[in-house]
């Protein structure tokens, strides 16, 4: 539910940060459109974003590369032209991530034993600043 969720410290900064370097900042998200939409529009990240697309609205669903591509054209970019995705789901994220193209960060802890993400970080904060170093 919208009403029950908040952004973490240090996401919209790091967020800022990110677009302050010049990268393009895009959400890509399974769920219902007006449940998803909600919850940007009530954590404030809706403000910090360039695109955003749910699968609700578009009827295709992560892993799914086609999701990735409309956010990414909503964003002004192209998925050829690389990128990184963050996220805490090994199959929809990360392997979907991976399917269109992009690098990937997993949030999933100190362990990624298993894991085929490029990346591995405690929360989302860290996984930002992964991105920033390249």
């Known amino acids: ?3 029950l969720v908040r952004c973490f410290p240090g996401v919209l900064e790091g967020l800022a940060e990110l677009r302050a370097d010049g ?3 895009g959400v890509v ?3 219902a459109a007006d449940n998803q939409v909600g919850k940007l529009e009530r954590t404030g990240l809706m403000d910090a974003l360039d695109g955003y697309a749910v699968s609700g609205a578009e009827g295709i669903r992560k892993p799914e590369a086609g999701l990735f591509e409309i956010a990414a054209r909503r ?3 192209s998925l050829a032209g690389g990128g990184w995705m ?3 789901n090994l199959v929809a994220d ?3 991530g991976r399917a ?3 690098r990937t960060v997993w949030v999933g802890g100190p362990s990624g034993r298993g894991c085929e993400a490029d990346h591995v970080a405690t929360d989302a904060v860290a ?3 992964t991105i920033r170093r390249g």
């Open 29 to 31: 998200t399974n769920g």
């Open 23 to 25: 990268w393009r900042v």
């Open 75 to 77: 964003c002004g970019v």
């Open 94 to 96: 990360v392997g979907g």
């Open 100 to 102: 269109a193209g992009l």
């Open 1 to 3: 539910m919208p009403s």
């Open 86 to 88: 963050v996220g805490d």
């Open 127 to 129: 996984a930002m600043a």
